[in-house]
């Protein structure tokens, strides 16, 4: 079987084929690559060379509107947030555990959750998608159903021991909004620890 070389032409023509074929205009998921193709050579060469994000914005062209989308938005506003605060902050490439790494030493997972009713009062569910984080604290925006932002908590992870937080307006974790000062108190923390 011969290797193929994927220059950035030949995934434009695979991607725009794909595209065709789907009757779409947007730049196609990993699962309808593979649908159209019948391999994973195309979303590899995609993955090591910047990744879906990179590759569509390279291209012109629109992402299928998703929650990863939602929470790459969100990555990008607590990042702006964060810097507009003085916080040095590195955004981490999707083979990390967290998603930002602040002062260079507080590891960040940001997560976005749209309120739903419940029983006659709104609700936020946030996937933290483990009970053992992997980060130092987790931003969570909490957005209206209108998607306006509605409040943003930073909880510090070792606080939170479960999968799933449920979140409504009278909730215990509001004690933990806007509290950008623990970013902070960790890095202080975290820097006397570096020898």
């Known amino acids: 079987m011969e290797r193929i070389t994927w220059t950035d032409e030949l995934i434009e023509s695979q991607i725009r084929f794909v595209m065709s074929a789907l009757g779409i205009e947007r730049m196609p998921s990993n699962s309808e690559i593979i649908a ?43 990042m ?29 997972d940001v997560k976005a959750s749209t309120a739903y009713m419940n029983q006659k009062s709104l609700v936020n569910t946030v996937r933290l998608g483990k009970v053992f984080a992997t980060c130092d604290i987790y931003i969570i925006y909490l957005l209206h159903p209108s998607g306006e932002l509605d409040r943003t908590l930073i909880i510090p992870s070792h606080l939170v021991k479960q999968e799933y937080l449920n979140i409504g307006k009278d909730s215990k974790y509001n004690i ?5 000062d623990y970013l902070t108190e960790y890095g202080r923390f975290m820097q006397e620890l570096i020898v």
């Open 36 to 78: 159209v193709l019948g391999n994973t050579a195309l979303t590899n060469a995609v993955r090591r060379r910047g990744g879906f994000y990179k590759r569509a914005a390279l291209l012109g062209i629109p992402l299928k509107d998703s929650g990863t989308k939602t929470g790459d938005v969100y990555e990008l506003y607590a």
């Open 80 to 108: 702006a947030t964060m810097t507009s605060k003085g916080f040095p902050v590195k955004r981490m490439s999707v083979r990390y555990p967290f998603d930002l790494l602040v002062n260079k030493c507080v590891k960040v």
């Open 176 to 180: 933990y909004q806007d509290r950008w």
